[in-house]
């Protein structure tokens, strides 16, 4: 008895539910306007304005190729052990050399390159109307007047 009550009144209330309205009527026919039709911008604590981007020369230079020269010999010889330690063949530990050498050339090149270019200071006038001053190695597409967010001590465009 006591649950067919229950499952009547639980119908009953979903059955009312289903005629609510949302929007206010006042018996008029049409509801008035819920706000405006533009979006709304969140305001935004660490975004700002890019005012001036100073190229900072790092003051380090290397011969071209010094990079590549030590990241091949260091490649080539940790190839060279590793397949002598793994018990393979002559000819597996040449080809693992060379695999090597391939590697640390490209890694060594991509070591210089990081470490002797150039570094960049963003200003960023924020919207609270502080001004940070950001140093980082790349752009990314940032140019003056690029509407900006600075993120972990990095500006990205926003």
Known sequence: ???RILCVAALGTLALAGCASTSPNYGYGSSYPSGPSYPVQQSCMDCG???RIDAIA???SAPSATG???GGIVGAVAGHEISDKTGGSKGNQNISAAAGAAAGAV???SIQNRVTGDTYNIHV???DGRTVVVNQRDLGGIRENTYVRV???KVVIR
């Open 1 to 3: 008895m006591k649950s």
């Open 68 to 70: 590549a020269i030590l």
């Open 151 to 153: 993120v972990n001590g």
């Open 125 to 127: 006038r924020m919207d």
């Open 49 to 51: 304005i890019v005012t």
């Open 107 to 109: 890694a060594g090149n």
């Open 58 to 60: 790092s003051g380090r």
